[in-house]
Structures are given as structure tokens and as C-alpha cells.
């Protein structure tokens, strides 16, 4: 069957820390894979796309990796600040423009 | 240029009522998708519309339907409430032949049913 799990459900860490975000995903071939940010009672706030044939993708201090062979992706935010605390979704994307496929999300809380 | 937003932001209906949520597409956007995002899971695809058509469809009964109009406006109707329709409803709207993908949000409505 098709599965998109983020393996932590809550992730706690410290003030200037690396958070370190993986989504795991079955039978899917994505061409795309996103990552939202999403804030209590708010909607998704897109943060990063990569596509297939990338390994690694940058902004500021966010890094997304792709590996299709493992069928994971990793989302680090690195030097993590308390106003990083937030519900991160990772979303599959057959093509651009069509519906993403979500995983639960993960929580994580910086504290200081 | 405007975001995307919903209305209304929060709503109560019974069981077995029906209810019309609305959205306004982000500026120079033709496609919308709504989602259905229940407590503690991520978003659920419903439908999407694109230049007033549907253009795909996720796991949703019939009760689920929606428009598009030609401002690219959306509306998702739901009829026959039940108890587990209680959830956020959120619209994204996208530019179908965009690059990137991204879809932007808007914030939601919440809706219970009693």
C-alpha cells in the first residue's frame, strides 16, 4: 500500500541546535517533495521545494535533501531559534500543479 | 496582491445539515484544491478545480462537491453532515502550469458538527 509517514510525531530540542526532520515514503515516484510549515489553527506556509533529480536543496537556514532511492527526505533548520516552533509537513507531488499528498507532520518545539 | 482567504473562519452545523464554505483564490491563480485536515493528521486532497472544471478527486464520497467560477473563486459544499466532518478545511490555490508547485494557503475554516 502507499505511505507517507514522518517518523516523530514531537521533536524537542535546544536553542541554537540542529532540528533534523525525516519523511519516509511507499510506493509513490514523486517527481516533487515539499515542505510546509504550519502554525496552530493557521494554514500551510510553503518552505521548500526539490525536485527528483536534486540532492540537496538551501534557504538561509534550512537545508532539504532527496534521496528516491531510499525514498526519504531529511529537513534540517540549523542555529534553531524558539520561533522555529511549529508543525512541519512534508507533501509529495506527482507533478506541479497537482494535489500533494501529506504526511502527518511533525511538532517540533525549540526551547531556549 | 491578496492572499488566499476563506469564510467564514468558523462554523457549527448538525448532523445532516449542509454547509457552503468559500474561498478567494491568491491573484492570477486558476487552480484551487481544497483539503481536509482532521485533528492531529495532515491535509486530506478533496478535489481540485482548474479553469471552472474538476481536475481530480481524492478519496471523498459524492456529498463532497465544489465549483469554481470564472474569478477562480471556489466554494466546497458538503451535504449529509456526520460527526467526522468535523475538521479544518483549507483552499490552495496554485498556477496549474506553475514550475514550482507550490501551493498557497489560506487559513481555514473550522468546522464542527454536533
Known amino acids: 500500500s502507499q505511505k507517507i509517514e514522518q517518523n516523530s510525531e514531537a521533536l524537542n530540542i535546544q536553542e541554537g541546535k540542529t532540528a533534523t526532520l525525516t519523511c519516509n515514503y511507499t510506493n509513490y515516484s514523486p517527481a516533487y517533495l515539499q515542505w510546509y510549515r504550519q502554525d496552530p489553527g493557521r494554514g500551510p506556509v510553503f518552505l521548500l521545494l526539490i525536485r527528483e533529480n536534486e540532492k540537496e536543496k538551501r534557504k538561509e537556514r534550512l537545508k532539504v535533501t532527496f534521496d528516491t532511492t531510499l525514498k526519504q527526505s531529511l529537513f534540517h533548520i540549523t542555529a534553531s531559534q524558539p520561533a522555529d516552533s511549529a508543525t512541519y509537513l512534508c507533501a509529495l507531488d506527482m507533478r506541479a500543479g497537482t494535489a500533494l499528498i501529506f504526511g502527518k507532520g511533525t511538532t517540533l518545539s525549540v526551547s531556549s | 496582491e491578496t492572499g488566499v482567504t476563506q469564510s467564514p473562519t468558523h462554523l457549527i452545523k448538525t448532523r445532516g445539515q449542509q454547509v457552503t464554505l468559500r474561498c478567494s483564490s491568491q491573484s492570477g491563480h486558476n487552480t484551487v484544491s481544497w483539503y481536509q485536515q482532521a485533528l492531529g493528521q495532515g491535509p486530506q486532497f478533496i478535489f481540485q478545480?482548474?479553469?471552472?472544471?474538476?481536475?481530480g478527486r481524492g478519496n471523498f464520497p459524492p456529498r463532497f462537491s465544489g465549483l469554481q467560477f470564472p474569478n477562480y473563486s471556489s466554494e466546497l459544499n458538503v451535504n449529509a453532515l456526520e460527526l467526522d466532518d468535523s475538521a479544518l478545511y483549507l483552499c490552495?490555490?496554485?498556477?496549474?502550469?506553475?514550475?514550482?508547485?507550490?501551493?498557497?494557503f489560506g487559513p481555514g475554516t473550522r468546522l464542527t458538527v454536533l
Open positions: 490552495a490555490s496554485s498556477l496549474e502550469l506553475d514550475e514550482s508547485g507550490e501551493q498557497f
Open positions: 478545480y482548474y479553469r471552472e472544471e474538476e481536475n
